[in-house]
Each structure stands twice: as structure tokens, then as C-alpha cells.
């Protein structure tokens, strides 16, 4: 049977104002009316059933994380002590997968991106399902046709065609420098990695076996453990002794039974407020706006505010501004990518209640 494992942990530091350590970007309503993680389940909803969706998290964010998701069992909620990257995470739900369905498939997903349509999406998935049912070793990405010359992702080179939009995998790059990505674009052979995977869970945990013995091994203790009282006791000591690494390191760079589906969904993996043009679009002045707000000789900006607080502004451009009950952000739009190290700063002044 098929799995939903839906990774929602991190801080999602780039969205600083509206997100927190307790509430990060994944439980924000950034595009429509529901928070991303809600979207990311209704995607998978009267498809999956919920008893076999699952959504990794931490303990900082499980009490909102399962306030937004009602509709899943609390146990469906797998809590990670600490931060340990995605093979870790991903390991941790493979070992529940298998101790309920042997065979079950895992259909591992970000929970902060925006996709659509939602059929072509299910199309998408159902066809790397396949895949890992005609060869139950085979580990299958998401691979997105790339529009510009990205230098943030990591990029997969495809190779020897295996199905229709499907190919093995002839390499990965690493986030590259702007000639480097225009090269990748150009030749058509190349796509953004998404992080969205699907393979069995017992293939994935024999790889880790190979690849990361100790991890395995941890990852073992812990699943002879599971459903008895002392669950919770292993997990919270061998979790924070596994080696922090991606599954793309641990496994996927080191397997030679990879292959790339490409995405024919739309896809946005929302990295930063720059990301709110496309999302909800923006007036005649380049502002986009979610809140209320009076612009005047303003242009090319980002205003979010709440129902109960207006923003105005006068004669100012390129700025993203963020306000919230106790913190606003005023930030020039090209240093979006630098709130990280305003945060930081915030943190080494003594705010840290406001991050």
C-alpha cells in the first residue's frame, strides 16, 4: 500500500516575522486560504487514507502541527527529539511504515511547498508508484523542468529513458554557479531537485544498512521498540546519536537504482517572501498586498499585515514589510535572503522570545 510521509520540521527562518521556532513556514498561510502543511495533506486526502499519512516533526511545533491536522491520528505524528536532516527523518518513518505494512510504498514529501493541479500531481505520483512496483529496489525523485537558471537547487541529470517522463538518473550537480545553471537549462537534460521521493520502505532502510551502518543500527533499536512502553525511551536515546546527513548524501548519491520522474505539475517551494508575487500576484505599482494597506508613491513592495493593523506607506520602493502582534520586519527587497542573519542578530541581542 501506498504511504504519505510528509516532513515538516525547521524553522523557516527566511519568513522571519510571521515565523517562529513553534510556528514556521510550513503552519503559515502564505498562499490561499489554509497553511501549506494543510494543503500538503489535502493533496494527498480521499487518495491516501489518513490512517496512512504521516507527518514528521519536533516537539517545539507537534501541538500546532496537530491542531491544524485534526483529521489524523495523534499518532500519525511522529516527533523527532532533535534535528537530524532528512535521512534520519526519513528513516525513522520507514521503520513505522514497515512495523504496519511490509510492503508499503513511501511517498516522501516537503510539507512547504505549493503544487498544482492536484490531478497532475496524483497523476505524477501514481506513475513513480509504478515504478517501484515493477522493481521493488528502485528509488524514485521528483525532477522539475527547470525556467531559469536557478543557482539555490541542486540539479539532476537524467539519463537512459526507462518509461514515458521517466529516466534513470545519470548524475546529481550541486547548487551551481549562474554559467554552470544557464549550461543546465540550455541542454535540457537537467532538473531541479525537489525533494519529493517514492520508494519502499524496506528498500530505503536496506540502503541506509549499506550506506550508513550505525544509522541502521540505531534505526533498528529503535523499530524492535516500537508499540511498547519503552518507545519513546529509545527513541529519545538514539535519535540525537544519528548522524546528521540528507538522504540525497546518505543514499541516493551512492545507489546506482535511482531514476527521475519529471514533474508536470506547477511547482513553488515558497523560499522566501519574495515568493508572495507569484503566489498572490501583484497591482499596477509591482506591490503585492495581504492585509490592509495604503500605499502611496510606493512600488515593487511586499506588505503583510493582520485584519486588525494598516500599514501605510509614502514614497518608498523595493521593501518588504512585515508586521505582527510584537515584531516588524522593514526589509529592502534584495537583501530577502540575508533575514537569516538579521535573525541571528536578533537572537545575540537578547530577543529570542520574539523568534
Avoid at 146 to 173: C, K, L, Q
Wanted: charge should be negative; aromatic fraction near 6%; glycine fraction near 8%.
Amino acid at each position: 500500500m501506498l504511504h504519505g510521509i510528509i516532513m515538516a520540521g525547521g524553522s523557516g527562518t527566511r519568513f522571519w516575522p510571521q515565523s517562529r521556532r513553534t510556528l514556521p513556514k510550513q503552519l503559515l498561510r502564505l498562499a490561499g486560504d489554509n497553511t501549506m502543511i494543510q494543503d500538503t495533506v489535502a493533496r494527498l486526502a480521499g487518495w491516501i487514507p489518513v490512517e496512512r499519512i504521516r507527518v514528521v516533526t519536533n516537539g517545539q511545533q507537534v501541538k500546532e502541527t496537530r491542531s491544524q491536522l485534526p483529521q489524523l491520528p495523534h499518532s500519525n505524528t511522529l516527533i523527532e527529539p532533535c534535528g537530524r536532516n532528512t535521512a534520519p527523518c526519513i528513516g525513522l518513518a520507514a521503520i513505522h511504515v514497515l512495523h504496519d505494512d511490509p510492503d508499503g510504498v513511501m511517498l516522501v514529501l516537503p510539507a512547504d511547498h505549493v503544487i498544482s493541479p492536484v490531478d497532475v500531481f496524483r497523476s505524477a505520483c501514481q506513475t513513480a508508484e509504478g515504478l517501484v512496483e515493477a522493481e521493488s529496489k528502485r528509488f524514485v525523485l521528483f525532477g522539475i523542468p527547470p525556467t531559469f537558471p536557478a543557482t539555490g537547487y541542486g540539479y539532476i541529470e537524467r539519463g537512459s529513458a526507462i518509461a514515458d517522463r521517466a529516466w534513470n538518473v545519470a548524475g546529481f550537480r550541486e547548487k551551481p554557479e549562474r554559467s554552470v545553471a544557464e549550461g543546465y537549462l540550455a541542454s535540457g537534460s537537467y532538473y531541479w531537485n525537489c525533494g519529493i521521493f517514492c520508494w519502499r520502505a524496506s528498500a530505503i532502510v536496506d540502503a541506509i544498512r549499506r550506506f550508513e551502518p550505525e544509522m541502521h543500527q540505531r534505526l533498528i533499536t529503535v523499530a524492535e521498540s516500537l508499540g511498547s512502553d519503552t518507545e519513546q525511551e529509545r527513541l529519545a536515546e538514539q535519535f540525537p546519536l544519528m548522524k546528521s546527513i540528507s538522504i540525497d548524501y546518505a543514499v541516493l548519491e551512492r545507489a546506482n537504482n535511482v531514476c527521475v520522474v519529471e514533474a508536470t505539475f506547477d511547482w513553488d517551494d515558497v523560499g522566501s517572501w519574495l515568493s508572495l508575487p507569484r503566489l498572490l500576484g501583484s497591482n499596477d505599482d509591482g506591490n503585492t498586498i495581504d492585509g490592509p494597506c495604503c500605499c502611496v508613491e510606493t512600488g515593487n513592495s511586499i506588505v503583510r499585515t493582520s485584519d486588525d493593523h494598516v500599514v501605510a506607506t509614502l514614497g518608498v520602493d523595493n521593501l518588504i514589510i512585515v508586521h505582527t502582534p510584537d515584531a516588524t520586519l522593514v526589509a529592502h527587497r534584495d537583501q530577502a535572503d540575508s533575514i537569516r542573519r538579521l535573525v541571528d542578530e536578533l537572537r545575540d541581542m537578547g530577543f529570542d522570545d520574539r523568534l
